[in-house]
């Protein structure tokens, strides 16, 4: 790589902790990533991860602010602070009005970002992260890169819910779905990884982690998604309950007096896996625990699977035709126990495990983990920071112009 080689700086601002990743134009693999966190406490600190080797200082300034000049100072000490030419930002939903990445023009479009209403956890952070990038770099190109721009290739058919109309015309309720840098990068590369057809491909991506969402895609367009006008909706995460009757909820606020920011604490904060198993969000643990002999964290790994699987049915219908499904993020891309329990559940698809090859694919490998091929089954680790810095270096007209 030559030495003066343009860089992407990549942004994932969030409400306490601001993560990056420094990316030479045209490279797979960063440079250099990191993490401030416990952002606006008096310990917060700031993390630099270069080849394998981190370290960590308390931040001074202990704002977004303030880990940005921390940033730049860290770009500067190893002279890559002049070759930055372009900064991404994560952005969680773009609504309706932004349907693919941009470059951010002034502050009314920062302000516009900010405020859009479906993602008040996340949204205002990265209106704050890219202030504080405008400031330290305020000749550079600042792209926005949205979470919600893949699923924009949705029909009315998929997003519209069957509530009154008139709050999808007047409030923009609708399905905007999330992950969705995830879903792209990894339906693009299964259908690579695979030889499958770009223009002829049936794909189920399964982006397994904390927070969990499951798209059809067809020819690399996204047809249907599991995450809703929030990323609420649809499978069982750590702590959110995804889909889960109306009428319950209206129930239990009944029976318990919880207001309605109570029952979105609940849902939101509560439920999933810790709510269920009454021990854990995290699937490691649970997974420990369930072959301990632990019965109910054995019993909430199951509604975990068979929620997924009725989603990976819901959406192969969604689809002329399913040709992959794909595992993605820290469960699907680490847990060959869950993969197991989910593929062993799916013959009706023609879905089966290869138990050998799926106990070997962890930590980063992709890899086919069915003996079926038509569909196969396959892990794919995704990499949304990556996109991010591509999507950038479009934007900002850094890549080689090819013929
Ligand atoms: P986030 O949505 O916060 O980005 P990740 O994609 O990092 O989350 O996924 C976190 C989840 O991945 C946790 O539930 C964690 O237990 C799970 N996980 C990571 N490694 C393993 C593993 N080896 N076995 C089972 N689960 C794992």
Redesign the pocket.
Known sequence: MPTSSPLILVINSGSSSLKFAIYPVGERKPLASGLAERLGQPDASIRFDVDGDKTRFPLSVTDHQGAVDALMAFLKEHGWFERVAAVGHRVVNGGERFTESCIVTDDAMIEEIGTCPFAPLHNPAHAIGLRAAVRAFPALKQVAVFDTAFHQTMKPEAYLYALPRKYYRDLGVRRYGAHGTSHQYVSHETVRLLGLDPDDSGVVVCHL???SSATAVWNGKCVDTSMGLTPLEGLVM?TRTGDVDYGALAYIAKKTGLDVDGLERMANRESGLLGLSELSN????L?EAAQAGNHQAEETLDVFVFRLCRYIGALTAALPRLDAVAFT???GE??AYIRAKTLKRLSALGLDLDEEANAGV?GGRSGIVSRSRKPVAIVVPTDEERVIAEDTARLAGLLPVTA
């Open positions: 982690g904390n927070g750590g995290d699937c490691r643990t997974t993020g820290g469960i680490n847990s962890f």
